[in-house]
């Protein structure tokens, strides 16, 4: 009986220890910072700047673009380029060869990929930037169109 309650103790202990571990992680992961954008939608991200009256930022993107995947990698997971993005913008991420993504390119004139631009609520363009762009550039250029 006593060996029976020492493994019970011991089990119930394993399963404590699990889940303040499993916790743990998810906590990690919460805090990990990236710009946070919305996915292909040039509509809902108009729709959300309206609404909180805020600037718009577009990664405008292709799937094979090199660059494009560096700065999803690097420059967008940086934790100051991150609050100062998500604290100041609508976010959104198109991939320019799908859904709106052509047309869109067509009426903005885009001809390389990366392609960042800052449009006001209304969707007017404000600045833009093409090109592979380190965390502290991509926040001066965040800072310049806020301040246009």
Known sequence: M?????INYFII???LVLSSTVKAQDNVSKSSTQINFIENSWTEA???AARQNKYIFVDAYASWCGPCKMLKATTFKNNKVADFYNDNFVNVAIDMEKGQGPALAAQWGLQAYPTMIIFTSKGKPVSGTVGYIKANDLIKFGQQALNK
Not at 2 to 6: E, F, S
């Open 46 to 48: 108009l729709k959300q």
């Open 13 to 15: 202990a394993l399963i």
């Open 2 to 6: 006593k060996k029976l309650l020492h």
